[in-house]
């Protein structure tokens, strides 16, 4: 049984960590976009030297560079299964073009995973973390960057009758639980 993922959700809502629990729970590689990077960079590729330079330069790696690595990255052996999807689509463009990607590989999503957390528990999630780069101006701009581009994705998903909304503002165990019977009933 495949099983095609993508998890939304703004940064410090658990995304990673869940997602990684869940695609060894269901045997599928876990695809985040920063992997993808360091994987086609590591290994060389055409792709990957692209976007090389943009790292390189510490500038994002521009859309179309991203869905190529993407289109590469699910035409790869392991995907056959299936796969879960991490921090990509993060706009309404992605989105739109990862339909077209999938339409042509003939795969589609079995369900979008929303991860909802609040503001001020993200706030505090991440300046728990204690990362040099994380403080409270930092992470509310962050979030207010997801609201604008990230946040309509979960409309697109939805207006398709594909989102599925996880309360990710409960103890780890509970939002894995919630998104195993998510996942067991999304093919059923």
Not at 159 to 181: F, I, Y
Request: contains cysteine; neutral net charge; glycine residues 8%.
């Amino acid at each position: 049984m495949t099983k095609r993922l993508i998890f939304l959700g703004p940064p410090g809502a658990g995304k990673g960590t869940q997602a990684q629990k869940l695609a060894k729970m269901l045997g599928v590689p876990h695809i985040s976009t920063g992997a993808i990077l360091r994987e086609a960079t590591k290994a060389g590729t055409p792709l990957g030297k692209k976007a090389q330079n943009y790292m390189n330069r510490g500038e994002l790696v521009p859309d179309a560079l991203m869905l190529d690595l993407i289109r590469e990255r699910l035409q790869q052996t392991d995907v056959q299964k299936g796969w879960i999807l991490d921090g990509f689509p993060r706009n309404v463009q992605q989105a739109t073009f990862l339909e077209a990607l999938l339409a042509e590989l003939n795969q589609s999503p079995d369900c979008v995973l929303d991860l909802d957390v609040p503001d001020e528990v993200i706030v505090t999630r991440l300046l728990a973390r204690g990362r040099k780069d994380d403080n409270e101006e930092t992470i509310r701009r962050r979030l207010e960057v997801y609201r604008e581009q990230t946040a309509p994705v979960s409309n697109f998903y939805r207006d398709r009758a594909r989102l599925q909304l996880v309360d990710g503002n409960q103890l780890p165990e509970a939002v894995a639980l919630a998104l195993q019977q998510i996942v067991g009933q999304s093919h059923e």
